[in-house]
């Protein structure tokens, strides 16, 4: 998928009755097609990181949006794997770091624990980019949080919970 002509085209695939905006199911079996099988609750929460009308479904305007960064984590994924179809914990953190996140061990560790399925130490590109929505989503809800950009946050328990809720996948 590169083009505009080709994402258009997919686009209006998935959005078979042409509402302009994809649902999270009908993303779901579309990404599903391509061997991505995602449970429906990632999918969810990749619409809500770029539903910038939070309107809950996907226009084809925030659907370029996603899929920039889809292709940056399958690109690096890609870069990383070798082959084999997976990579090792190392190479996950080799690969945040190529996507701008530099976690410590006790986070790095928690979240590869969350995504390594099988728990192996294979990370399978499904799982790194459920690994990944789920790091920006924190990224992202962060900084909302994080208004004089000191790289530390103040919660209450109640802002706690909201920021905890809307990154839980
Ligand atoms: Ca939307």
Redesign the pocket.
Known sequence: MESAVVLREWFDRVDAARTG?ITAPQLQSALAVGNLDFPLSVVQQMIRMY???R?G???FE?FLALNKFLQKVQSVFSTLERGRGFLSLEEVYEALIKLGFSLDSPAFYTVCESFDKSKKGMVHLDEFISLCIFVQSARNMFNSFDTSKQGRVSLDFNQFVYCTANCRI
């Open positions: 905006n539903d910038f009308d309107n479904t996907m226009s925030e």
